[in-house]
């Protein structure tokens, strides 16, 4: 496609409630990024994929955040048995190569909304 | 963590002016790059600096890199009401394979 898309855009989750987010990146990219942006703070990183490779897993704030990417193009973050502390903005991003200077494309986010 | 703070968080001006926005950091970088957020919305680059680049143009945006005082800026020359936006500075550290953001400065243009 023409650029990074997530869904849902928007999700309201009732504490409890797992949930799943889709990320769809720019066809042929290899690396895959996934961030959290609370409310007026700037993007944490979460984790990264190379292809189906998850190789940095460590900003995933507890063993409740699990992503996968079983085929190196669409990925999925889940996070089980959401709190509110984890309403915030889950932003998906894809690169073409894997190198530190390629510019990092990033959707439009899905609006997490915990209650 | 974050690593790279912005300075200032809110910055308003008129149309026509220049924008200038700081971003400090706290360890040793591959590239630094700054970002744009506008409300509600994904993520969009602007410029990429190399940690041997001292300064970078492209069209309005010009950035400027000091790794000697660990500090970027970002200057927008004659702004414009659609550079209303969150600007973010990020940086590239050789051992990871993450952006560090910091947590933005909020432009507002006003025409």
């Known amino acids: 496609g023409a650029g990074v898309s997530q869904s849902p855009r928007y999700k309201v989750a009732k504490r409890g409630q797992d949930v799943a987010l889709r990320c769809d990146p720019i066809?042929?990219?290899?690396?895959l990024f996934w961030y959290q942006q609370a409310l007026g703070q700037g993007p944490e990183f979460l984790t990264y994929?190379?292809?189906?490779?998850?190789?940095?897993k460590s900003g995933l704030p507890s063993d409740r955040f699990f992503a996968e990417r079983p085929e190196g193009s669409v990925s999925t973050l889940k996070i089980q048995r959401t709190q509110q502390e984890d309403s915030a903005v889950y932003l998906c991003?894809?690169?073409?190569?894997?190198?530190?200077?390629?510019?990092?494309?990033f959707g439009e986010g899905s609006w997490l909304t915990v209650v | 963590s974050q690593q790279g703070e912005e300075d200032p968080q809110a910055l308003s001006i008129q149309e026509g002016e220049n924008a200038t926005m700081n971003c400090s950091y706290k360890?040793?970088?591959?590239?630094l790059q700054w970002y744009r957020q506008n409300s509600g919305r994904g993520l969009v680059h602007l410029i990429l600096?190399?940690?041997?680049?001292r300064e970078k143009h492209s069209g309005r945006l010009r950035v400027t890199l000091d790794t000697s005082k660990k500090s970027s800026s970002l200057l927008i020359t004659a702004s414009r009401a659609a550079d209303t936006a969150s600007y973010f500075c990020?940086?590239?550290?050789?051992?990871?394979?993450?952006?560090?953001f910091g947590k933005g400065t909020s432009l507002l243009v006003t025409p």
């Open positions: 991003a894809s690169s073409r190569g894997t190198g530190l200077g390629n510019t990092i494309y």
């Open positions: 066809s042929g990219h290899v690396s």
């Open positions: 994929f190379q292809n189906e490779a998850q190789l940095d």
């Open positions: 360890t040793s970088i591959n590239n």
């Open positions: 600096i190399r940690s041997n680049e």
């Open positions: 990020a940086t590239a550290i050789n051992s990871g394979y993450a952006l560090n």
